[in-house]
């Protein structure tokens, strides 16, 4: 069992930049790969960016291409987006999600493919 909390949502303007996290519970975080997901009102969840178990190998939606980047520090159990050049369009609630793999080089940009969810952190852009 793994539990995932997101914390660094908030209120930023057009244009800057906020970091969140998700922390991860129990010893096999460095067994799961992670994602990002969002959720913006009146809209599905989609995919925003996965990172295999090392850290190694990541892969982002084109629509934030360039401008987040997906981390991880398996040591602090913590995966993070660093989330530059913010747009009005990436207004949601951010969610991390988790799933155990044997391959490293393994991740997913499904939302089914996730066994594991946080409870999610708002993100809100003025424009």
């Known amino acids: 069992q793994v539990q995932l909390v997101e914390s660094g949502g908030g209120l930023v303007q057009a244009g800057g930049s906020l970091r969140l996290s998700c922390l991860a519970s129990g010893r096999t975080f460095s067994s799961n790969a992670m994602g990002w997901f969002r959720q913006a009102p009146g809209k599905e969840r989609e995919f925003v960016a996965a990172?295999?178990?090392?850290?190694?190998?990541?892969y982002n939606t084109d629509s934030v291409k360039g401008r987040f980047t997906i981390s991880r520090d398996n040591a602090k159990n913590t995966v993070y987006l660093q989330m530059n050049s913010l747009k009005p369009e990436d207004t949601a609630v951010y969610y991390c999600?988790?799933?155990?793999?044997?391959?490293?080089?393994?991740?997913?940009?499904?939302?089914?493919?996730?066994?594991?969810w946080g409870q999610g952190t708002q993100v809100t852009v003025s424009s």
């Open positions: 999600a988790a799933r155990n793999t044997d391959s490293s080089m393994t991740y997913s940009s499904g939302a089914s493919w996730y066994d594991y």
């Open positions: 990172i295999n178990r090392s850290g190694g190998s990541t």
